[in-house]
């Protein structure tokens, strides 16, 4: 059993996934690529069969690149580690510390996917999953990912508590490049198990990590601030930064502004779900006049015939 954290601080007890899973794994995705490169490779014959032999092959060699290579790197960083033969199998391909991967890391897990999967028939990589304590081929180990299982009791998850709200947005402007992922695993892993420990021996730990955490974004950490409160700001404020870089250029839609009747349009009135003005009664109804009596109608001047 190991334990990792996701990129949402999020500590979960996951095993990484060992040979005979990564093997179905990438069986599945080398069935359904080589299915594609097949039926890509035969419509290619047919439509370049005009052509000599030196385009042909050319076009052959960058079909199987775009197909066998190309493809897998695009569908890993585009699915965030999961392939259609890891998404069966209930694998998922992370960073060291937990998050999400990158194009970086798909590219370099590619690239040597070619030498130790295609061109050795998976020996290399099987060798290499053997001898690694966490089943790790060699293109894990270059690019900093692992495979985990992601299908797991949901009772096993446990979240990093939030910092203080008086800490919100305070370290908006340290620098956070220099930091390694070991020292954001090793700070999630105690927040998450901090109120575990023995109260001296957390402080003190706590201490230790603030102190690591200081040196790297090259601003000391705040006397007034406790040092847990510290790491946990700190935490906050870098899952923010990936949050926004994940959703640039996304804006929410504007909610709908109301619209108003105008008043001088016959029936216009103000909408049911809006009160009428306090200070202002309602207005009621115009009542009739009743109709003038006899005493109270107007002379014409004539008088009526005896």
């Given at each position: 059993m190991s334990e990792l954290v996701t990129g949402e601080a999020v500590a979960l007890e996951l095993r990484p996934?060992?040979?005979p899973s990564r093997a179905l794994a990438v069986l599945l995705d080398l069935i359904v690529a080589m299915a594609v490169f097949v039926g890509a490779s035969i419509a290619l014959?047919?439509?370049?069969?005009?052509?000599d032999e030196a385009a042909q092959t050319a076009l052959s060699i960058a079909t199987f690149l775009l197909l066998l290579v190309g493809a897998p790197i695009a569908v890993e960083t585009l699915s965030h580690g999961r392939s259609l033969g890891k998404l069966a199998c209930g694998l998922?391909?992370?960073r060291d510390d937990g998050g999400p991967i990158r194009f970086r890391h798909a590219l370099v897990r590619g690239a040597l996917g070619v030498v130790e999967i295609l061109l050795t028939f998976g020996v290399v990589a099987c060798i290499a999953s053997l001898v690694s304590a966490r089943g790790r081929r060699l293109g894990d180990v270059f690019a900093g990912t692992l495979v985990v299982r992601e299908r797991v009791p949901a009772g096993r998850t446990l979240f990093v508590p939030p910092p203080p709200p008086w800490l919100a947005g305070r370290f908006a402007e340290l620098d956070l490049s220099a930091v390694p992922d070991g020292l954001w695993l090793a700070v999630r892993q105690y927040l998450t198990r901090m109120q575990q420990l023995d109260p001296q021996v957390s402080w003190a730990m706590a201490q230790q990590l603030a102190a690591d955490l200081a040196n790297r974004t090259g601003a000391p950490a705040p006397a007034d601030v406790?040092?847990?409160a510290?790491?946990?700001a700190v935490v906050q404020e870098r899952q923010a930064r990936e949050a926004r870089r994940a959703f640039a250029g996304y804006a929410p839609p504007a909610p709908p502004i109301?619209?108003?009747?105008s008043p001088y349009q016959p029936g216009a009135g103000v909408p049911a779900h809006f009160p009428p003005p306090v200070d202002q009664p309602p207005v009621s109804a115009p009542v009739a006049a009743p109709p003038p009596t006899a005493t109270e109608r107007p002379s014409t001047g004539f008088v009526p015939p005896a």
């Amino acid at each position: 059993m190991s334990e990792l954290v996701t990129g949402e601080a999020v500590a979960l007890e996951l095993r990484p996934a060992r040979l005979p899973s990564r093997a179905l794994a990438v069986l599945l995705d080398l069935i359904v690529a080589m299915a594609v490169f097949v039926g890509a490779s035969i419509a290619l014959v047919a439509a370049t069969a005009s052509l000599d032999e030196a385009a042909q092959t050319a076009l052959s060699i960058a079909t199987f690149l775009l197909l066998l290579v190309g493809a897998p790197i695009a569908v890993e960083t585009l699915s965030h580690g999961r392939s259609l033969g890891k998404l069966a199998c209930g694998l998922r391909v992370v960073r060291d510390d937990g998050g999400p991967i990158r194009f970086r890391h798909a590219l370099v897990r590619g690239a040597l996917g070619v030498v130790e999967i295609l061109l050795t028939f998976g020996v290399v990589a099987c060798i290499a999953s053997l001898v690694s304590a966490r089943g790790r081929r060699l293109g894990d180990v270059f690019a900093g990912t692992l495979v985990v299982r992601e299908r797991v009791p949901a009772g096993r998850t446990l979240f990093v508590p939030p910092p203080p709200p008086w800490l919100a947005g305070r370290f908006a402007e340290l620098d956070l490049s220099a930091v390694p992922d070991g020292l954001w695993l090793a700070v999630r892993q105690y927040l998450t198990r901090m109120q575990q420990l023995d109260p001296q021996v957390s402080w003190a730990m706590a201490q230790q990590l603030a102190a690591d955490l200081a040196n790297r974004t090259g601003a000391p950490a705040p006397a007034d601030v406790p040092p847990a409160a510290y790491l946990a700001a700190v935490v906050q404020e870098r899952q923010a930064r990936e949050a926004r870089r994940a959703f640039a250029g996304y804006a929410p839609p504007a909610p709908p502004i109301p619209t108003f009747p105008s008043p001088y349009q016959p029936g216009a009135g103000v909408p049911a779900h809006f009160p009428p003005p306090v200070d202002q009664p309602p207005v009621s109804a115009p009542v009739a006049a009743p109709p003038p009596t006899a005493t109270e109608r107007p002379s014409t001047g004539f008088v009526p015939p005896a």
